[in-house]
């Protein structure tokens, strides 16, 4: 399967700014997913990342809020701008390996707004 | 609106008993259905998928579908406190382009020494 790097692991940012996540996929893929976990919570998919395309997000997910990249078959970033507390939250992408093997997940990044 | 039903528990079980997790999903044409397990400040994990009616075993772990009664479980034989973690349902659909996997809230396991 997949190996998907994610980065950072973790972060704590100050309300107001912002913050890039990356993901680095081991082999090309047509499409990239990110998702939020809230505390607690199960998961919730943001957008669908093409390359070559404009994402395609989820309703209650804007892209001024998550402005996404997919520069090329290997490689998205999500941004979280302009973050509050409610931002707080586990950031995951993943990839699709089809019908037998359903997504698989980068180690995801812990959020903490403060 | 697609929806995939848990209950989130948490179910506690002896270790060496069997726990049973449950799932129900309202989309018909659903077509895989996947078994993520999920440890605490992890990424979720695959441990199962099946898209045929029946059984499907692997190891400790069975899935079993129900397309008729929209129901899939998963089965794990003596459980051992490693099992410990959340156990998330996922429903594919590839149909009409959309190929979103939709998760259930989870069911958190405890398997007692």
């Known amino acids: 399967s997949a190996v998907i790097s994610q980065k950072p692991s973790r972060d704590i940012c100050q309300r107001g700014t912002s913050l890039t996540i990356q993901c680095q996929v081991d082999?090309?893929?047509?499409?990239m997913f990110w998702y939020r976990q809230q505390p607690g919570q199960s998961l919730t998919l943001i957008a669908t990342?093409?390359?070559?395309?404009?994402?395609?997000?989820e309703s209650g997910f804007v892209i001024d809020k998550f402005p996404i990249s997919r520069p090329n078959l290997t490689f998205s970033t999500l941004t979280v701008s302009n973050m509050s507390p409610e931002d707080s939250s586990i950031y995951l992408c993943?990839?699709?390996?089809?019908?037998?093997?359903?997504?698989?997940f980068g180690s995801g990044t812990r959020l903490t707004v403060v | 609106q697609k929806e995939v039903e848990q209950n989130s528990g948490p179910l506690s079980v002896p270790e060496g008993a069997i726990a049973s997790l449950n799932c129900t999903y309202s989309?018909?044409?659903?077509?895989?259905f996947f078994w993520y397990r999920q440890y605490s400040g992890k990424s979720p994990e695959l441990i199962m998928s099946?898209?045929?009616?029946g059984d499907k075993e692997d190891g400790r772990f069975t899935a079993q579908l129900n397309k008729a009664s929209q129901y899939v479980s998963l089965l794990i034989r003596d459980s051992q406190p490693s099992d410990s973690a959340t156990y998330l349902c996922?429903?594919?659909?590839?149909?009409?382009?959309?190929?979103?996997?939709?998760f259930g809230k989870g069911t958190k396991l405890s398997v007692i020494p």
């Open positions: 993943s990839v699709d390996r089809g019908h037998d093997y359903g997504y698989t």
């Open positions: 082999s090309q893929v047509t499409m």
């Open positions: 990342a093409n390359q070559g395309s404009e994402a395609t997000y």
């Open positions: 989309d018909r044409v659903s077509q895989s």
């Open positions: 099946i898209y045929s009616n």
């Open positions: 996922a429903v594919y659909d590839s149909g009409a382009g959309s190929y979103q996997l939709t």
